[in-house]
């Protein structure tokens, strides 16, 4: 049953958080590996081939930079930290079940990417959980004004992560940061 776009905005809670600076991220649980279920994929434990999740994140990448076109606002750059503090994030969620911005160990977006030794200027989270598929998850986050402001904020990288959790729903985190200059 796909769920109403109300219980949709709730779920996704929100997610600005430009310009934090925190104290650096505890050391994080060791991470479980990544997990999707496809929406006619009976078996919610199938774990998600790297072929396979790199197709998820070339797609919402491709999703955030057509939107940031139509509005003539350069591509978001893909970045190996955001990256990585994103897809850590995400199986974190799906571990514990629970979508936050704080993860587990008591974290907040900007020590999470702070941790993967990604130096910025700004950063910004957007989170989501449920079956949802890439076009569904992007259409949440426009019509949420505080995700909406993210993918169209003055960012130029991104990074995504996915997975899903025992109970079979996926999360979902991206990233967007504007690096440091040197």
């Known amino acids: 049953m796909e769920p109403s776009r109300r219980q949709f905005l709730i779920a996704v809670g929100l997610s600005a958080t430009p310009g934090c600076a925190q104290a650096p991220a505890r050391p994080a649980r060791t991470p479980i590996r990544p997990l999707i279920q496809p929406p006619d994929d009976p078996d919610p434990g199938r774990l998600i081939p790297p072929e396979e999740l790199q197709g998820i994140r070339d797609r919402i990448i491709e999703a955030h930079n057509t939107i940031r076109a139509k509005v003539k606002l350069g591509k978001l750059v893909p970045s190996r930290k955001l990256t990585l503090a994103a897809q850590a994030h995400a199986e974190d969620m799906a571990a514990r079940r629970k979508m936050s911005h704080t993860g587990g160990?008591?974290?907040?977006?900007?020590?999470?990417?702070?941790?993967?030794?990604?130096?910025?200027?700004?950063?910004?989270?957007?989170?989501?959980?449920?079956?949802?598929?890439?076009?569904?998850?992007?259409?949440?986050?426009?019509?949420?004004?505080?995700?909406?402001?993210?993918?169209?904020?003055?960012?130029?990288?991104?990074?995504?992560?996915?997975?899903?959790?025992?109970?079979?729903?996926?999360?979902?985190?991206?990233?967007?940061?504007?690096?440091?200059?040197?």
């Open 105 to 182: 160990d008591g974290s907040s977006p900007a020590d999470r990417v702070k941790g993967r030794g990604y130096r910025y200027r700004r950063v910004g989270e957007n989170v989501a959980y449920g079956h949802f598929t890439e076009d569904r998850v992007m259409k949440g986050w426009m019509e949420s004004r505080h995700h909406k402001d993210n993918i169209l904020g003055g960012f130029t990288e991104i990074g995504v992560g996915c997975a899903v959790g025992e109970d079979g729903k996926r999360y979902w985190c991206v990233n967007f940061g504007l690096p440091a200059t040197r």
